[in-house]
């Protein structure tokens, strides 16, 4: 087996209307239509899918320390303007930690306690899908 590819990545959330405030409006990613009789919503980012699978029961884990960002289950998007993150976070009441390894990185959490990594990339990188860390 050969994988060529990360296609989506499924994150629980536990009020659908809450989280789509928080990843369209704060974090400002592109909703794409969906066909499916579940409550959810899918973010397109590039070649990559975040979908968000509403359970109105689900609780993120309590073990989620930002302290120890890098170490936790964690979603990393890449960004071009790590300041201009960091502000329309904290207008927005999030919580934000910068990364404790000292790169151009932080870390936040969606409102239901998932983590989320905002890593500063070179843009000129971005037609080759891979991106350097600055």
């Not at 973010?43 to 109105?56: C, P, R, S, T, V």
Request: glycine share 6%.
């Amino acid at each position: 087996m050969k994988v060529v590819s990360c296609l989506h990545a499924a994150v629980m959330v536990s009020d659908l209307d809450r989280s789509i405030e928080f990843y369209t409006g704060t974090l400002g990613l592109a909703q794409v239509d969906r066909d499916l009789n579940y409550p959810g919503a899918w973010y397109q980012i590039g070649d990559f899918q975040i979908h968000l699978i509403e359970n109105a029961n689900y609780q993120a884990s309590d073990g989620i320390d930002l302290t120890v960002s890098t170490r936790n289950p964690h979603i990393a998007l890449g960004i071009q303007d790590l300041e201009q993150a960091q502000q329309r976070l904290l207008a927005a009441n999030c919580v934000v930690k910068m990364s404790n390894s000292g790169r151009a990185a932080l870390f936040t959490q969606d409102p239901d306690g998932n983590a989320i990594e905002l890593t500063l990339v070179d843009p000129e990188r971005e037609s080759t899908k891979k991106f350097d860390i600055i």
